[in-house]
């Protein structure tokens, strides 16, 4: 016959394992964020302010839903990032994370001038048409 206390002893050992083995992948994710981020902010401060033609290709929208239960009500929250797609004379495309309301007045095929830096949008200046 098998002990049962064995698998109790067992599950004492296992569990506190399991536990500090995720709480290591968690902090390490918000970690490896930070440095990631804390990077690529380095990297946007390094590189020069560019001001070049381009036209407003695409735009779109990156939504994430959270939800949560709180004395029995139901609560969620809603996140909404703006990405706009700007052409340059070369043919090259890049995407930048914009603010909403530089997305709610950007539209697809406006011509202009794009300032950027790195991976950093600073501002799309309408051409004046008459």
Do not use: C
């Amino acid at each position: 016959m098998s002990d049962p206390f064995f698998m109790d002893d067992m599950m004492f050992n296992i569990v506190p394992v399991f536990i500090v083995i995720i709480f290591i992948i968690v902090i390490g994710g918000f970690i490896f964020s930070a440095v990631k981020g804390i990077g690529q902010w380095k990297s946007n401060e390094q590189s020069p302010k560019l001001s070049v033609p381009a036209v407003v290709k695409s735009k779109r929208t990156d939504i994430s839903r959270r939800g949560n239960m709180h004395n029995d009500h139901h609560h969620s929250h809603t996140h909404t990032k703006y990405f706009v797609t700007f052409e340059f004379e070369s043919g090259d495309r890049s995407e930048f994370h914009v603010s909403g309301k530089e997305y709610g007045l950007l539209s697809e095929g406006d011509i202009g001038t794009l300032t950027f830096q790195g991976t950093r949008y600073l501002e799309f200046e309408r051409d004046m048409q008459g």
